[in-house]
């Protein structure tokens, strides 16, 4: 079968993909979830040093230590990022990128430069002079939408192990090598499938490098692993069976 490298999005470690790592094993993949330097069980390595580019090199590492080969690499959100430039980095090894609530930053662009200037300004405020993105409340009454379908102990068990995730991961821009393109498949939850497409049809900057990829819905929050594990696994499985 497959094999998958699972990236958890911001302030997360692999234990977001706790449930979607067993369904896929389950399934006969093998799976490989990746916690991101400086975070989770990680973070106290969380120096200001820590960058996109670390970040990129956790995930080439892994797959170039373990040998990896026709390798699905799984990027949930600000994953994506570091997902992108890797699978850039090591395209031979690569079948496919999966993104998941994400999508391939065009070059130069940062995941800071995705949200409005005045939540830019309320980020900014609360890192002060720190190298640090605090996490959100996780408050279901504020973010409705992103928080779909998580029941209040899945909320507990974020809010306890959610840790600070490192600033440039969010403020340094993907930068490509410009080497051999991998295919891309989408997982969208917030946004409908069929807005995707509009916006791959009109060339939105942030979607055309999705255009010939596999586009694949699971509804629900922006956090899938935790809100939808089966469904979310279901997917990659067809995913990785083309």
Known sequence: MATFVLVPGFWLGAWAWREVTAALRAQGHEVYPLTLTGVAERD????????????????VRLVE?????????VGHSGGGMPVA???????????????????PLPDGTAQFDTVPPEEQERLRAAIGDGHLLPP??????????????????????????VTPQPLRAATDPVRRTG???????LVASTFPLAAVEQMIGQGH???????????????????????????????????ARG
Do not use: C
């Open 44 to 59: 106290h390595l969380a120096g200001p040093e820590v960058s996109l580019e670390t970040h990129t090199a956790d995930i």
């Open 65 to 73: 230590v373990e040998d990896l080969r026709e390798v699905l690499l």
């Open 85 to 103: 430039q890797a699978a850039d980095r090591i395209p031979d090894r690569i079948a496919r990128v999966v993104y998941v609530e994400s999508g």
């Open 136 to 161: 959100p409340a996780f408050d279901p009454a504020a973010d409705p939408a992103n928080l779909a379908g998580l029941d209040e102990p899945t909320l507990a068990l974020l809010r306890a192990r």
């Open 179 to 185: 080497g051999r393109p991998v295919p891309t498949a």
């Open 205 to 239: 900057p942030f979607f055309t490098g999705l255009a010939g990829g596999q586009l694949f819905e699971v509804p629900t929050g922006h956090w899938p692993m935790l809100s939808e594990p089966k469904a979310l696994a279901d997917v990659l499985d067809a995913v």
